[in-house]
């Protein structure tokens, strides 16, 4: 295992009283995916917002309060669909595990 750190980038500078965050970590074999995409699709299932994770794995999205899908694609491994609820005051903090096919 690497020395990456664990769930999503630093939360420093960020104001939790005005934002919603989900962020979290992409990792497959307990090690971090670079250059995975996570994709924001809203409670209907329409695609919202698309961002690659870092070197370490990590994303972040700003979301407006409510019901979240989070899509996370890389090559050769299944896509992972996960739900999760954001609301303002907190982060939501995430670890997608991609398994191969």
């Given at each position: 295992?690497?020395?990456?750190?664990?769930?999503?980038?630093?939360?420093?500078?960020?104001?939790?009283e005005?934002?919603?965050?989900?962020?979290?970590?992409?990792?497959?074999?307990?090690?971090?995916?670079?250059?995975a995409y996570?994709?924001?699709?809203?409670?209907?299932?329409?695609?919202?917002?698309?961002?690659?994770?870092?070197?370490?794995?990590?994303?972040?999205?700003f979301a407006?309060?409510?019901?979240?899908?989070l899509?996370?694609?890389?090559?050769?491994?299944?896509?992972?669909?996960r739900?999760?609820?954001?609301?303002?005051g907190?982060?939501?903090?995430?670890?997608?595990?991609?398994?191969a096919?």
């Amino acid at each position: 295992m690497c020395g990456a750190t664990r769930g999503g980038p630093s939360l420093d500078g960020v104001d939790l009283e005005k934002e919603s965050v989900i962020q979290g970590i992409v990792t497959k074999e307990g090690e971090p995916v670079g250059n995975a995409y996570v994709r924001l699709l809203d409670a209907t299932g329409e695609f919202t917002a698309e961002v690659p994770t870092s070197a370490t794995g990590q994303f972040r999205f700003f979301a407006a309060p409510g019901q979240w899908t989070l899509r996370t694609l890389a090559p050769r491994v299944q896509p992972v669909d996960r739900r999760v609820q954001a609301q303002r005051g907190s982060a939501v903090d995430i670890e997608v595990t991609l398994e191969a096919v």
